[in-house]
């Protein structure tokens, strides 16, 4: 029998694009501001491993960062927001998550060892949180991201409740 590859049934929350849009922009500044730094260094030195043409016109490197990785900072939430998928069966915990790389992941309930909700600052100030899912494989552990609140809090118990109960059947 061959099951066929499909999306999880549950988006996360619409406040993870917010989410991962401001994690994008402090990123975004980061990076322009060491580059305009590097320029700033580079600007009339006249050290002579810098070519001239970049010497002379070093200003234009923040600029082009800033050009460049400004629509993928823009993207980027909404692709990762249409990718991210969870689910919960019966015995499975399956999410999917990504924007460049595509991961899915399988997690037997039967084999799950601790369940944990996580919220950094920035998700309990928008309302979410992360479910943090961890087995003895060495695979290590699954992460579901940009969860309601509410929403991860549930799924935590539902999926400490069933993985207690399928060992109780095991025994």
């Known amino acids: 029998m061959t099951v066929a590859l499909r999306a999880p049934a549950n988006r996360v929350s619409r406040r993870a694009i917010a989410m991962w849009l401001f994690e994008s922009l402090i990123g975004l500044i980061l990076i322009v501001g060491v580059t305009a730094i590097v320029a700033a260094q580079i600007d ?43 689910e919960l069966t019966g015995d499975v915990i ?30 309990r100030l928008l309302g979410l949180a992360t479910v943090e899912i961890r087995t003895a494989s060495y695979a ?15 799924l935590a118990e539902d999926v400490a409740r069933r993985a207690e109960e399928l060992r109780d059947d095991a025994t």
């Open 94 to 123: 399956y999410a999917r998550s990504g924007w460049i790389n595509r991961e899915w992941v399988f997690v037997p309930v039967s084999r799950v060892q601790t369940v944990d909700k996580q919220q950094g600052w920035l998700e």
């Open 44 to 86: 009339g030195k006249g050290w002579s491993w810098v070519p001239d043409w970049l010497a002379a016109n070093v200003w234009r490197l923040p600029v082009a960062v800033g050009l460049i990785l400004a629509p993928l900072t823009l993207i980027e939430p909404f692709w990762r927001y249409a990718v991210h998928r969870w």
């Open 140 to 154: 290590g552990s699954s992460s579901i991201k940009g969860l309601d609140y509410d929403v991860a809090a549930r």
